[in-house]
């Protein structure tokens, strides 16, 4: 009879120590860890995108109280041609390792403010690609057409010139020639203040 219970108690202190040691996350909780193989995966799922960062870090816990991190990153394809596209990747890491959430596109087809009521010029790409189609833009995409070489630089600031209060600035350039375009834009006004032709390649 002791014999029975004292395998009993065996059986239970193995099966809790496993229970212990399997239950705990297949990665380490850190802040760290998680960005690294964040970027990781990005790298094998997007190989060939120009920018791969991870924007946001954000640690919560699940209903259980078992610890994770929700991570957001920006990818972007081509971002000095008239057309970046730019997704935002959201994942979970762990409690399932990494589970993907679909991408959110940002800017797709030269589109921008995809699935949005208010328009916003949140991010370079979307400014890229308003400073030649939007209004008022018709010589910008004449220079895109005229120059395939043409590339974009586009820099937040909060003044130039004599315009303030949330800008974009909008160089446009090509490899081979000396002239150019610069566009202003206002961020939260979502429209064109300014076309400027440069005749030496524009500086941002």
Not at 90 to 100: G, L, R, S
């Amino acid at each position: 009879m002791k014999t029975s219970v004292l395998l009993v108690i065996l059986v239970a202190v193995a099966l809790a120590t496993a229970w212990f040691i399997f239950s705990k996350p297949a990665y380490p909780l850190t802040q760290q860890d998680a960005e690294k193989f964040f970027l990781e995966d990005l790298q094998g799922r997007y190989p060939s995108a120009d920018v791969r960062e991870v924007t946001d870090i954000r640690p919560l816990s699940t209903p259980e109280g078992a610890p994770y991190f929700q991570l957001e990153a920006r990818v972007t394809n081509g971002m000095s041609t008239p057309c970046p596209e730019r997704i935002h990747v959201y994942y979970d890491y762990p409690p399932k390792n990494f589970v993907a959430q679909p991408p959110e596109y940002i800017t797709k087809g030269c589109k921008v403010c995809l699935n949005v009521d208010v328009c916003v010029l949140a991010y370079p790409e979307e400014a890229i690609i308003a400073s030649h189609t939007y209004n008022g833009t018709g010589a910008v995409a004449q220079f895109i057409r005229d120059n395939a070489d043409a590339r974009a630089e586009a820099v937040y600031t909060e003044t130039y010139g004599n315009f303030t209060g949330g800008l974009w600035n909008v160089a446009w350039s090509t490899a081979s020639g000396l002239n150019g375009y610069r566009v202003i834009l206002s961020k939260n006004q979502n429209k064109v203040l300014e076309v400027m032709e440069i005749t030496t390649p524009p500086q941002i």
